[in-house]
């Protein structure tokens, strides 16, 4: 593994239903974030969590939105409610030393395959 | 505002080519830059960061504060070079704003 697993790496959901969205990071890493990748919308981030608080949840983008961590490792995004425009591929990430860098040097995200998300 | 700006959705050029993937970033601070590659199927990875200077698979990205640019160079393109381009600046010490990326086509 690569160091960050998401599931389920896809889901599709009739608009109004809750969705549950696991990431489940290799162990001994603190800060895991997590992103929304759309269509030509780039990556918007969502929400941060250092430990299991969240220091910044200015990302999620309505009460609908909630996210939790628990034993410093696995978190879950729960979407309420579920509307088209939630569609979009939810990504989670962590701050480590990336692998199969060349250089070898140099620290960055290290992003799970993600989950991408179809509400019908 | 922090932000950054890639100005092209698309960019195609022909293998051998060279290629520069534009990057432009607004922020009042020390910017720390990043771009991110994804291939075709396999997940965001990190290509290079501006403060280790270095060349990862012929890439280069030198960072221009008077210009407030980060651009991404190849001088010969490949194939495989084919995938979606992200360019990413570090604020606050911990959130990450992305642009809204480039896809690059290298054609035979």
């Known amino acids: 593994g690569a160091g960050v697993s998401q599931s389920p790496s896809n889901k599709v959901t009739e608009k109004g239903k809750d969705v549950e969205l696991r990431c489940d990071p290799i162990?001994?890493?603190?800060?895991l974030y997590w992103y929304r990748q759309s269509l030509g919308q780039g990556l918007e981030f969502l929400i941060y969590?250092?430990?299991?608080?969240?220091?910044?949840k200015s990302g999620l983008p309505s009460d609908r939105f909630s996210a939790e961590r628990t034993g410093g490792s696995v978190s879950t995004l729960t979407i309420q409610r579920t509307q088209q425009e939630d569609s979009a591929v939810y990504l989670c990430?962590?701050?480590?030393?990336?692998?199969?860098?060349?250089?070898?040097?140099?620290?960055?995200?290290?992003f799970g395959s993600g989950t991408r998300l179809t509400v019908v | 505002a922090q932000r950054v700006t890639q100005p092209e959705k698309l960019l195609s050029v022909f293998k051998g080519a060279p290629v520069e993937l534009k990057c432009n970033y607004s922020?009042?601070?020390?910017?720390?830059l990043f771009w991110y590659v994804q291939y075709s199927r396999q997940r965001l990875q990190l290509l290079l960061r501006h403060i280790s200077r270095e060349s990862i698979k012929g890439f280069t990205a030198d960072l221009n504060k008077g210009e407030t640019s980060f651009h991404l160079k190849k001088p010969f393109a490949q194939e495989e070079d084919s995938a979606m381009y992200y360019c990413?600046?570090?604020?606050?010490?911990?959130?990450?704003?992305f642009g809204a990326g480039t896809r690059l086509f290298v054609k035979a």
């Open positions: 969590f250092q430990g299991n608080s969240a220091p910044d």
């Open positions: 990413a600046l570090i604020t606050g010490g911990f959130k990450t704003i």
């Open positions: 922020y009042s601070g020390s910017p720390e």
């Open positions: 990430a962590i701050w480590a030393t990336p692998q199969g860098l060349s250089s070898g040097g140099g620290y960055g995200y290290t």
């Open positions: 162990s001994g890493h603190t800060a």
